[in-house]
């Protein structure tokens, strides 16, 4: 199953990845995608540390949910607009 | 209604008379009361002083997100319309960062509809702020104080 | 600080780069948040359609206490500056009646001074206003609801 | 000793008369004045029944208040501005 990964700011920055295409096993859940990605290299690991938002589809959300084929999933840390 | 990203400068009358021009569409003659908020960049922080900040934003969520928000704030407040304008990019010191405004036939519905519009916007909306002064550049922390008053909006949500 | 009388009508871009200027003035860079309120008539009261407002006040006093509730809201909530203008005379369906402005560091500040001018403006301010149609007229009635806003901040006040 | 006397809105209409020049003996409170003024004619007990507020030189005050020489006061109904 296809996925893409996006990050913004601090996660961005820390992980150097912007933009990821993702391969995952069918009924893969947003938690077991930053255990794969924290699994990658250190960078990922600090990216994805702390309180990390996640949005599914551009819609926050839960790391409990399951993906579907082709979901934008995006990490970012807790919003500083305004 | 209107909800807009974008790097250019806003003017306070176009904006103003945008947001009464769709009032007046919804229910002509029935706006009594128009409030706006505009958040101007500040030239120092608890660390001193700085040059400006730099706004990254997510391309295509934070239009939605902000579009849901104001429409949130209209249902809620029963307002005649509501707008928001957020900018991105590099913004220097005293340039304005955002623009809320609320219509409404009396002036409570009007405050509350631009207060929870802030409050929201510091919460959910994906923007986020890197404070800049000559090479050195810091993300700006999350507040506590503004997530305390975005949750308190969604506790008293019937 | 501006706190002003007068039959002409105002627009939103000069009040508000005035009020900027005279808060720049005041604390350099320091202002992150200006909140605005403009009234406007609208057409149609309890009874019925309507087709204007005409506005009474005493010359002199009306002056002295918009200029006095400006200086306290500046006191009260730490703004950077505030500002008040009030139409009199003749004026129209949707025709702006009053406008405030408030520039503070944060935002809630900004908010709460806004609020508070409007609240006691509605209380303490010698302004009436006589509503017309045709040949009708009728003197607005005091809200019990304005009365007890304004109450509230003079409880709280310490 | 000389006071003047202002009225505005309803006050005004009802009373029908916008300004007075007063004599008032030494001492008076703004309650007699305005027992005095409603002893002139019916136009003026109309005029100052019910919430009528009082104002003394610019001042929102109260009727216990003891004149002076050429203060101005005024009556009108609760204000209904903004």
């Given at each position: 199953?296809?996925?893409?990964?996006?990050?913004?700011?601090?996660?961005?920055?820390?992980?150097?990845?912007?933009?990821?295409?993702?391969s995952m096993p069918q009924g893969s859940t947003i938690a077991e995608v930053k255990t794969h990605l924290r699994s990658l290299n250190e960078k990922w690991s600090l990216a994805l540390e702390g309180s990390i938002l996640t949005a599914r589809?551009?819609?926050?959300?839960?790391?409990?949910?399951?993906?579907?084929?082709?979901?934008?999933?995006?990490?970012?840390?807790?919003?500083?607009?305004? | 209604?209107?909800?807009?990203?974008?790097?250019?400068?806003?003017?306070?009358?176009?904006?103003?008379?945008?947001?009464?021009?769709?009032?007046?569409?919804?229910?002509?003659?029935?706006?009594?009361?128009?409030?706006?908020?505009?958040?101007?960049?500040?030239?120092?922080?608890?660390?001193g002083t700085i040059e400006g900040i730099e706004l990254e934003h997510y391309p295509g969520m934070t239009e939605d997100a902000l579009k849901k928000l104001v429409e949130q704030a209209i249902a809620r407040f029963s307002l005649n319309s509501?707008?928001?304008?957020?900018?991105?990019?590099?913004?220097?010191?005293?340039?304005?960062?955002?623009?809320?405004?609320?219509?409404?036939?009396?002036?409570?519905?009007?405050?509350?509809?631009?207060?929870?519009?802030?409050?929201?916007?510091?919460?959910?909306?994906?923007?986020?702020?890197?404070?800049?002064?000559?090479?050195?550049?810091?993300?700006?922390?999350?507040?506590?104080?503004?997530?305390?008053?975005?949750?308190?909006?969604?506790?008293?949500?019937?």
């Amino acid at each position: 199953m296809q996925i893409m990964i996006k990050t913004f700011a601090q996660t961005r920055e820390l992980s150097q990845v912007p933009v990821l295409a993702l391969s995952m096993p069918q009924g893969s859940t947003i938690a077991e995608v930053k255990t794969h990605l924290r699994s990658l290299n250190e960078k990922w690991s600090l990216a994805l540390e702390g309180s990390i938002l996640t949005a599914r589809n551009h819609q926050l959300c839960d790391e409990k949910e399951t993906l579907q084929e082709n979901d934008e999933i995006a990490f970012f840390p807790p919003v500083t607009g305004g | 209604m209107f909800a807009e990203i974008q790097e250019a400068n806003f003017n306070q009358d176009s904006l103003y008379h945008r947001l009464l021009a769709n009032a007046n569409n919804v229910s002509k003659g029935n706006s009594g009361a128009i409030v706006t908020f505009t958040g101007l960049v500040r030239d120092s922080n608890a660390s001193g002083t700085i040059e400006g900040i730099e706004l990254e934003h997510y391309p295509g969520m934070t239009e939605d997100a902000l579009k849901k928000l104001v429409e949130q704030a209209i249902a809620r407040f029963s307002l005649n319309s509501a707008g928001a304008v957020h900018r991105v990019g590099k913004l220097y010191n005293q340039d304005p960062i955002v623009w809320v405004g609320c219509s409404a036939p009396h002036r409570q519905a009007a405050f509350d509809g631009a207060v929870f519009l802030m409050d929201m916007l510091k919460h959910s909306v994906p923007l986020w702020k890197k404070e800049f002064c000559g090479d050195k550049s810091d993300w700006v922390e999350a507040k506590a104080s503004d997530d305390k008053a975005a949750l308190q909006w969604m506790k008293e949500q019937v």
